[in-house]
């Protein structure tokens, strides 16, 4: 059954490096999303991505975050520069139709630890 | 602007036991409704889904889930829990033009045996 994958698995960081979140969505999927989890708080959503460009984001998704589908089958997540509350669950998703009803296909998260 | 309230950040039931966890939304436009789950080291998965027609939706696993316009709510069921069964449960919406996801805070399942 295909499945959304992300690495790594856990992350860990110092403040004010870089990192990069992979996934490899479903392969015929043309939607792509990630969320986020801090710790005890909702799922949060980041942005969303259609047609190698961003189609919505939210006011979390700032200019030290970007989003890039390198090649055919990698969906990425930038931080430019980590903050101590980027610590969290990061999600990926995708979807293969643009209707809201649509099943969103999540992958198993990266943990994104800040020292 | 869509919200998502979990009532019970943790819910504890015997195993066989009537599994009910509560959920409430807002939202100005008729909403799709979705329960995830998300066992450990997994990513979230699709329970089941209201978008529109009938308000008892089932779903994997023997869960159930009525939609209730009334009570703007959408809780779900399960007669008979199993031990399989203990995970973090996510309510979630979305709405026609606005594909987003709008997670509640979650409800983390136990079931004793």
């Known amino acids: 059954e295909p499945e959304v994958t992300q690495t790594p698995s856990h992350q860990v960081t110092q403040m004010g490096q870089e990192v990069i979140l992979r996934c490899v969505p479903i392969s015929n999927h043309l939607y792509f999303y990630w969320y986020r989890q801090i710790l005890g708080q909702k799922v949060e959503f980041l942005v969303s991505?259609?047609?190698?460009?961003?189609?919505?984001k939210s006011e979390i998704f700032d200019d030290q975050f970007s989003v890039e589908r390198p090649d055919g089958s990698n969906f990425t997540l930038k931080i430019r520069s980590t903050k101590l509350e980027d610590s969290a669950m990061y999600f990926c998703?995708?979807?293969?139709?643009?209707?809201?009803?649509?099943?969103?296909?999540f992958g198993p998260g990266t943990r994104l630890t800040v020292l | 602007a869509q919200s998502v309230t979990q009532l019970g950040s943790h819910v504890s039931v015997s195993e066989g036991a009537l599994v009910l966890l509560r959920c409430n939304y807002s939202s100005s436009v008729p909403p799709y409704l979705f329960w995830y789950v998300q066992y450990p080291n997994q990513g979230l998965q699709l329970l089941l889904k209201?978008?529109?027609?009938?308000?008892l939706v089932k779903g994997i696993n023997g869960f159930e889930a009525e939609f209730k316009k009334s009570e703007t709510s959408f809780h779900l069921t399960k007669p008979s829990a199993h031990m399989s069964d203990a995970a973090e449960y996510f309510c979630a919406t979305a709405n026609f033009g606005n594909e987003k996801l709008t997670f509640g805070t979650g409800t983390r399942l136990t079931i004793i045996p």
């Open positions: 991505f259609y047609n190698n460009e961003i189609s919505e």
């Open positions: 998703a995708s979807k293969i139709r643009d209707r809201a009803y649509n099943e969103q296909f």
């Open positions: 209201y978008t529109t027609g009938a308000t």
